[in-house]
């Protein structure tokens, strides 16, 4: 059996799609006030929502806009690029700021915090990067590098939060530190 596909055009969009026997004649099958496109060997097929001009254009929707705050709720968890100088010098590198990640420095920080050494007391403490190398810091770098992800992560959260400070952008995802 061979088959014919129409678009029924409503307001200049496709309403729907409707397949038929070639051998039916669309006019006999719905009713004469509506309007079918035959798209049988139209390609790219056009879909529902699509938008149609006369005489035979199809052209699909624009993709939905996203916005700031989506756009925030996406760089939070993105990772944050860290040039270092100073003591330390570390090309630009991307450092995760997942929630996993957060959760882990907070913990470290919150051990610098309470007890002045990293846990298990030591002077120094690897941070991964976001590449999975690991990067070794003193307790002033590690402080350093973890309130900035914290504060790159918080920036974000608040716009994506419903934007209090009226923020019109992103925080940098690109920093420089001197540690």
């Not at 996203?66 to 630009?92: D, F, K, N, P, Y």
């Amino acid at each position: 059996m061979t088959t014919k596909t129409y678009a029924r055009i409503a307001n200049d969009v496709v309403a729907e799609l409707v397949t038929l026997d070639a051998s039916l004649n669309v006019t006999e099958v719905f009713n004469l006030a509506l309007v079918f496109v035959n798209v049988t060997n139209v390609s790219p097929m056009p879909q529902q929502g699509w938008t149609y001009t006369a005489p035979s254009t199809f052209t699909p929707p624009s993709p939905p806009s996203i916005t700031l705050a989506q756009s925030a709720q996406i760089a939070a968890t993105s990772g944050l690029a860290v040039t270092l100088s100073g003591t330390l010098s570390l090309a630009e590198t991307v450092f995760p700021t997942d929630v996993a990640t957060q959760a882990k420095l907070n913990a470290v920080v919150t051990t610098i915090n309470t007890t002045g050494t990293f846990p298990g007391g030591g002077t120094t403490y690897p941070m991964k990067d976001a590449g999975g190398a690991w990067h070794i810091f003193t307790l002033s770098q590690y402080e350093a590098m973890a309130g900035a992800i914290a504060a790159f992560v918080a920036a974000n959260d608040l716009i994506a939060d419903g934007n209090p400070l009226g923020a019109t952008e992103l925080p940098a995802n690109r920093i420089s530190l001197t540690v």
